[in-house]
Every structure is written in structure tokens, then in C-alpha cells.
């Protein structure tokens, strides 16, 4: 069979340019739970996991609810917090109140 017929036979099968099926790779909190064997139940009981989550908030993907479960801050929760510029956006209309009331 020439490359031309090859060709032409996948893509009359549908088969042309296709990808491969990708393995999907699990994250290591999910690794981490599987090992641990627990159900999304039990994940906010569990004090083996806490432990893992405590080890790795800053630098792991952690479910977002499973942290306030935890009561566990991030290092990018605390960056959220702190002012990204020194000066404030006012609204002109809110602007000329403040200036009127500091006259």
C-alpha cells in the first residue's frame, strides 16, 4: 500500500490527524489520596492528610475547600492580602466627594 492510499484510507476512516490517546497524569494530592485510600468523604477527617497538606499547600495543588476545612492559609493567600500599588482608584464622582469633604 502506497503512502498516498495509507493516507487516504485513514482519512476516509475518520482516523486522520487524530492524536494518540495522552495519558492523564494524576496530581500529587490525588496520588497522595489514593494511597492513602480515602474517599472525598473522608478528607477533611483524615489526619494523614492534613499533615500532607500542611507539607505541601505552598508548592502542591490542595482542593481550595479542603483548605478552609483545614483552616490553612497559603503564602498566595497572604500576597492576595497586601496591596498591589501605593496609590488608590477612586471613581471621579466618589473623587470629588473626598476632596469636597477634606476642604
Not at 482519512?11 to 490525588?30: I, M, N, P, R
Request: charged share 30%.
Amino acid at each position: 500500500m502506497s503512502k498516498a492510499t495509507k493516507q487516504q484510507s485513514q482519512w476516509s476512516s475518520g482516523l486522520h490527524g487524530q492524536v494518540d490517546k495522552v495519558a492523564v497524569k494524576s496530581t500529587q494530592f490525588e496520588t497522595e489520596v489514593a494511597r492513602l485510600g480515602l474517599a472525598t468523604s473522608e478528607y477533611a477527617d483524615s489526619a494523614e492528610l492534613k499533615t500532607w497538606c500542611e507539607a505541601h499547600k505552598n508548592s502542591r495543588y490542595i482542593p481550595e475547600w479542603l483548605l478552609k476545612a483545614y483552616e490553612m492559609v497559603t503564602d498566595w493567600d497572604e500576597t492576595e492580602k497586601k496591596p498591589t500599588t501605593l496609590t488608590t482608584i477612586i471613581p471621579f464622582d466618589e473623587l470629588q466627594e473626598v476632596e469636597e469633604a477634606a476642604a
